[in-house]
């Protein structure tokens, strides 16, 4: 015994066993089955967009890592996440080239000139997104039918469209594959600017157009439910963004039915259920206090459904979570934690 | 069964760790021999050292006074064994650095019969004298904290205290003194807790036992029989429980203010086992020299609850319980808020809870950026924010941290850390913080 080296370290001795690598990679491990899904649905179009924008932003952190000089950190997961969170999020057509910029911007600017893992003030992979959406705001929303004929054999025509062409409009080729009920318009499209509601049930199993991985709402949640039962991702945000936009659209709803769409139609559309799993809940970006996190998904439900509903864009998902983003900060600031035995203070 | 898991009584801030409690909660309390040298450090408790009474070379009964209270926040010390003081000098303490300490040299034939010690009739006493006879006993806080306590049980002018609380939680990992107590002392913790309820004039005690001890529960049960007032209550298990902030909390529902005691709303705690050393010491007018500790740890051969004589090097401990030679750290109390000792040579003091031997390496742990997951955050069970505070310490910004953080509410109980998937070591940082305040203050 008297060979024996012991350490001197400080309590606590025992440690959850829970790391940061693991976590991430545990979130990689339930975007796949949505992954999965969105091959089926989409073809081996959506199955390449996905592996490209991941690609993309491992490749960027991994250069950007070692050109200033530091160690890769591709290996704790995160900008796994980051790639695989932005093919989803991106119509299934998109062409690779654009993917590619995003993921950049996703990373680059998004990510690693706030300091890397940990530091990014917005979500990377939607700091992608609204970059794609601003410079191009056509291939964007240009979405393809769901479940479309041929399509584990044919891209769709835009997919490998040429760098900076204008790539082949999408019209004669829809035409051609689309299953009867199947067109290219995302249901909240079709709801704000051809007035065809779908039928909630539709939209939360998921056989419907829209971004390549926004679509499964069931199976979203159960993802999602999986990271919860493992202590992976905190149930207060997704609950109350989810709550927040349903009983806000509830009340337009009740207000004037022949307008506004059924809550239920606006809680399974669109990225919402996405976003609010798997987007807003970016441990980094959003508040840390219980309260602040309520006070942070409430008011990015409330931001989705007044953009939606009264804003000129169909989908708010996005453009709510990067402003929650932005407050969460703030809300920190204002959503402290009342400690224990503070209400009555005693001098000492 | 659902119901009560929802309405009982429970913690709802901490953490469930897991408990490693079933190597040695069936083992019964067993006695050490005597190490070849006893070394009885004059600080053992918080408060002012005590005052040696003896002279090198002079011989001590085990037992006896061989040192005397250095004033009221202070307790005396008694010969752990008959023999020979040695000497009277430095000697290695757990925080690593030297303090006084008396060495005795036990003689080879010495007993462990205590002789020293005189009945006294506690019934006839009044408060105060009961403060002072277990001032005499040299009792503190046997849970780990080692406040002296007949401070305790002197209730401040203006205060009134209504109920004690028996703390048998026991919360963290490894340790199973306290349940031992329980079980083969039931009678002692229950006549400690009427002499407490006595010296404060409270009317009722509530013993806050885990679930995970029913045998505890069911043997103090037996030992109270039909009395009333004392309520034996068994409560959800979950760390930190046994702070005592929490148990109050937990079993009456009442908060200690920021900065203040539990006399401040009406509560005294005391700890199981310093409760069952005053029952049985007290009667017969003796002092403390030994306690219970659990040998655990995955380093350790024959892991069991130990009766150990105060001054035992813990070098002499592993000896007779067996360390492999795996052992990387070993740690004085439990491993949520336990010290890593330095050197073997570090005597067993009042405050000892337990040794654990561990077997893990801790040095080559990644430690990442914090990433705000609020797991600290949802767990703190003082409310506190240790992300934001782990983050303000990272900048030194100290006195921002108390301000505004409360930091020096925070009693370091280490959950923050236990769950942080980043393994950013926040209780050190706090401690830091801490230390660097009071220095500051202490030099303004």
Redesign the interface.
């Known amino acids: 015994?008297n060979?024996?080296?012991?350490?001197?370290?400080?309590?606590?001795?025992?440690?959850?066993g829970?790391?940061?690598?693991?976590?991430m990679r545990n979130v990689v491990y339930a975007l796949l089955p949505i992954c999965a899904y969105s091959v089926w649905l989409f073809g081996i179009s959506a199955l390449l967009l996905i592996a490209t924008t991941t690609a993309a932003c491992v490749l960027t952190e991994h250069i950007l890592c070692r050109a200033s000089g530091k160690p890769s950190s591709i290996g704790?997961f995160?900008v796994v996440i980051t790639g695989v969170l932005l093919g989803l999020i991106l119509p299934p057509g998109l062409p690779l080239w654009m993917a590619c910029v995003g993921a950049f911007i996703a990373v680059a600017p998004g990510k690693m000139l706030f300091?890397?893992?940990?530091?990014n003030a917005f979500n990377p992979a939607l700091v992608g997104r609204a970059f794609l959406q601003a410079a191009f705001p056509v291939a964007i929303t240009s979405y393809t039918p769901a479940l479309a004929m041929h399509r584990f054999t044919e891209l769709i025509p835009s997919t490998l469209a040429w760098p900076l062409m204008k790539s082949p409009p999408l019209t004669d080729w829809i035409a051609k594959v689309r299953v009867d009920a199947f067109s290219g318009a995302t249901p909240l499209m079709l709801q704000k600017f051809e007035h065809i509601s779908t039928d909630p049930w539709t939209l939360f199993l998921g056989q419907r157009a829209g971004s390549a991985g926004e679509t499964p709402a069931l199976l979203i949640l159960i993802c999602g439910a999986y990271l919860i039962a493992r202590?992976m991702m905190?149930w207060r945000i997704p609950v109350a963004m989810l709550s927040s936009a349903f009983l806000f659209s509830a009340l337009f709803h009740l207000a004037n039915p022949a307008r506004y769409p059924s809550p239920w139609f606006m809680l399974f559309s669109g990225g919402l259920i996405l976003g609010a799993v798997f987007m807003a809940t970016d441990?980094?970006?959003?508040?840390?206090?219980?309260l602040g996190?309520w006070i942070y998904g409430v008011s990015m439900g409330l931001i989705t459904i007044l953009i939606r509903l009264l804003g000129g864009l169909a989908e708010g998902v996005m453009y709510s979570i990067l402003l929650g983003n932005a407050l969460s900060p703030l809300i920190?600031k204002f959503a402290?934690?009342?400690?224990?035995?503070?209400?009555?203070?005693?001098?000492? | 069964m659902l119901i009560e898991n929802i309405t009982g009584k429970r913690l709802w801030r901490g953490?469930h760790?897991?408990e490693f409690k079933e190597q040695t909660c069936h083992l019964p309390i067993r006695r050490l021999p005597f190490a070849p040298m006893l070394v009885v450090p004059l600080s053992q408790h918080t408060g002012a050292p005590a005052v040696p009474i003896v002279r090198e070379g002079q011989e001590v009964v085990r037992g006896e006074p061989i040192a005397e209270a250095g004033g009221f926040m202070s307790v005396p010390m008694h010969a752990p064994a008959t023999g020979r003081v040695e000497r009277i000098a430095l000697a290695p303490s757990a925080r690593?650095d030297l303090t006084r300490a008396i060495y005795i040299r036990p003689y080879a034939s010495a007993s462990q019969e205590v002789l020293y010690g005189a009945p006294q009739d506690i019934d006839r006493m009044t408060p105060d004298e009961i403060v002072r006879a277990v001032q005499a006993t040299g009792v503190v806080g046997l849970g780990g904290a080692a406040f002296p306590t007949h401070v305790k049980l002197k209730v401040p002018e203006g205060k009134r205290i209504d109920t004690v609380v028996v703390n048998g939680c026991e919360c963290e990992?490894y340790l199973t003194s306290d349940h031992r107590v329980m079980v083969e002392y039931p009678k002692e913790v229950l006549y400690g807790a009427r002499v407490a309820m006595r010296a404060v004039g409270a009317a009722r005690a509530i013993v806050g036992v885990e679930d995970n001890k029913m045998d505890a529960v069911a043997a103090l049960k037996k030992a109270r029989g039909a009395a009333q007032d004392i309520k034996i209550e068994a409560v959800a298990a979950k760390y930190p429980q046994g702070a005592e902030?929490m148990l109050i909390?937990v079993l009456l529902g009442r908060?200690?203010?920021?900065?203040?005691l539990p006399s401040?709303i009406g509560v005294g705690v005391f700890n199981v086992a310093t409760l069952a050393q005053i029952g049985e010491l007290l009667p017969q007018r003796q002092g403390l020299i030994e306690r219970v500790m659990t040998v655990s740890g995955p380093g350790v051969t024959r892991p069991g609850n130990y009766l150990v004589a105060l001054g035992t090097p813990i070098?002499w401990i592993?000896?007779q319980a067996g360390?492999t030679?795996q052992?990387?750290?070993?740690?004085l109390g439990g491993?949520?808020?336990?010290?890593?000792?330095?050197s073997?040579d570090v005597p067993v003091t009042k405050g000892v809870t337990g040794i654990?031997v561990?077997t893990n390496?801790?040095?080559d742990?990644?430690v990442?950026?914090?990433?705000?997951?609020?797991?600290c955050?949802?767990i703190?069970?003082?409310?506190?924010?240790p992300?934001?505070l782990g983050m303000l310490a990272r900048k030194e910004r100290y006195e921002e941290m108390a301000a505004e953080?409360?930091l020096n509410?925070c009693f370091?109980c280490?959950c923050c850390?236990?769950?942080?998937?980043?393994?950013i070591?926040l209780?050190?940082y706090f401690?830091v913080a801490k230390q660097t305040l009071r220095k500051a203050k202490a030099l303004a």
Do not use: W
């Open positions: 015994m060979t024996t080296v012991i350490e001197v370290r400080t309590s606590p001795h025992l440690h959850s829970h790391s940061v690598d693991a976590i704790d995160s300091g890397g893992l940990g530091f202590k905190d441990p980094v970006a959003s508040p840390v206090t219980p996190m920190d402290q934690p009342k400690p224990y035995g503070a209400s009555k203070k005693v001098a000492i | 953490v760790v897991p690593g990992p902030k909390k908060e200690i203010p920021s900065g203040g401040d070098r592993l000896e360390c030679d052992a990387t750290s070993v740690i491993p949520m808020m336990g010290a890593s000792i330095g073997f654990l561990l390496r801790e040095s742990t990644r990442f950026p914090c990433i705000h997951c609020a797991s955050v949802t703190c069970p003082m409310h506190l924010n992300s934001q953080y409360h509410d370091e280490g850390s236990y769950v942080c998937p980043s393994h070591p209780v050190q401690r």
